[in-house]
């Protein structure tokens, strides 16, 4: 049967935890194929000035194993 | 005094993690009144194509139990 | 070496996770210089007739103790 | 073999922990036949003018499926 | 979009964990249509005479609300 | 739209879990003002001469910041 | 310097959480010299009749190791 | 009332999981009177030439105290 | 001393627990050389037609990194 | 009874964990009196150059609330 | 297939996190023959005029059960 | 916006829990470029003749993805 593979990658954005979710799985994409679904494992960011400068979120990645 | 039940529900919006949760209070409050809170207890989602297809939160949503 | 501080902040907002977040960390920096990094411990939030009325998002905000 | 079901009931209380416990689990009893056990998943509360005003206790509930 | 609820139950077997899950599966799906998925939240069981007499293993159901 | 701070306090208490809790609110109270809900984050004691001599609660309290 | 180690006891009551907490330490000091501290690992308990039977509460007992 | 204890134990085999569980039962029976349950702590194991080499499952096992 | 690394892999099966670990490990010994070991850290599955008709287990392999 | 109040810290040094937890402790005591103990939350760090140029690590600090 | 024990102790130490772990083997390997294994489950300590003058770190020792 | 990749290593030392921590980065640094922080996840270690033998530290560690 199928098997999987998880890696974790951190999106990063200046706008929404959504946004670095869709840089992760879209920075990913261009070395993997197949990537299928993500969980996010943690958000946490940068602040400057008195301000949210960054969201940056690691997301889990799995992806098909090619056999 | 009061008790309240809590129920796992999966909100699912192609847009953003605040979507997929207020999707699931909606869906949940055509049957259930008097929902009052909601807790995230995981965010995932699918991918297809290199990019994000939906965003999945698992939100438990608090209601009051009429007595 | 350098020491840094955390702190707990609940920000809300009636439109996203993100900007729930922003408010947190806004509002800590009128009274602690130097925030410099977010990080989230809890998503939650209120429900008023069937929709979501307010998100609340505990952060961990840290920032460098001055000496 | 046998089957069980756990629901999530938050029981609340002036006095105790236990109180808080037994009112949710008593609530749950109206409704549900065969609760056998119970396991608590958070403890929190409200407080008003400086005092504890009621202790939330989120409990599993599980009990028998009838098939 | 669709909206997923996950209920929690308890399938027992003198056998193996798959078992268990097995009937806990099985079980919920007499009352639940379109069961889709199941995690495991717990694994533990009764002893009797020095000898496992049953697994009890929790798993969430997560299903499609039909809307 | 509102903040909130969370602060950690232990308060113990010779009698029980509830008698801690309540003490560590009325004693954070002094110096905070608008303490609106707790949290319990730990739960331990001491011990002397084979019984309990005292409930050491860890509760996380959470306050309005005025602005 | 000093080791200490760590057990688990179940202790139960029908009354409240720190009777079984006091059960619990008051029954390991029978074989146990030096108990000095404890730490609530988990809250749970039996329910008859739609009323609970028992509060069962297990905690990590610890004490000096004598060299 | 009673009181119980835990330990952990893990067992190990090179079938399967349920007969790890089985095996620490059995072995720890051998020495503990009334074991009457088990909680699954952790599931592990060894892997020699590219295969499962043994399936290791520390399990705490909870039996009365004979006063 | 040795260096390891640890990946993620998701094993399935139609059969049980223990049968998707070791597709797990099968498959990525295809890639990996020197697994010795793996961590369980999750169990979930697909369930069509009111049966289990896959489980999915989610293991860290560790194998030592060649100098 | 007394009553404790717990802050978090993060202390950091380039040599060990041990320095970090010391440098923390240190820190913290010249504007906070009484502190009595630490617990460790997180261990982490910073790398430059292919090697580890700063420990952090959060502690969380206990010290007696002078009434 | 061989059994394996877990004990919880805590090794204390002036100096750091490892002399701590040193301690706890050493003093448990005493009156324990074969642990094979150690696992840290939480760093604490003591601190005393504003410094840390104690380690203590929960370790779980592994050895084989002799049958 | 950069996208950074977290992969586990698990470094180990004779010495030190730090020393584990230096040998994992500079280990993974031969292999991968721009390391720019660690994340401890776990501690444990081999024990041999009643001493420990290896400190065995798994480490998250995070570099820069370069596009």
Redesign the interface.
Known sequence: ??????????????????DA??????????SVRN??????A???????G???S???V?V???FK?E?
């Not at 992760?24 to 994409?29: I, L, T």
């Not at 990537?35 to 996010?40: A, G, H, K, P, R």
């Not at 943690?42 to 400057?48: D, F, H, L, Q, S």
């Open positions: 049967m199928a098997t999987f593979k998880k890696i974790e990658v951190v999106g990063t954005s200046s706008k929404s935890v959504a979710i869709k840089s992760a799985v879209a920075s990913a994409s261009k990537v299928s679904w993500f969980e996010v943690e958000i946490r960011g940068a602040v400057k008195g301000e949210v960054e969201f940056q690691t889990r990645l799995g194993v056999s």
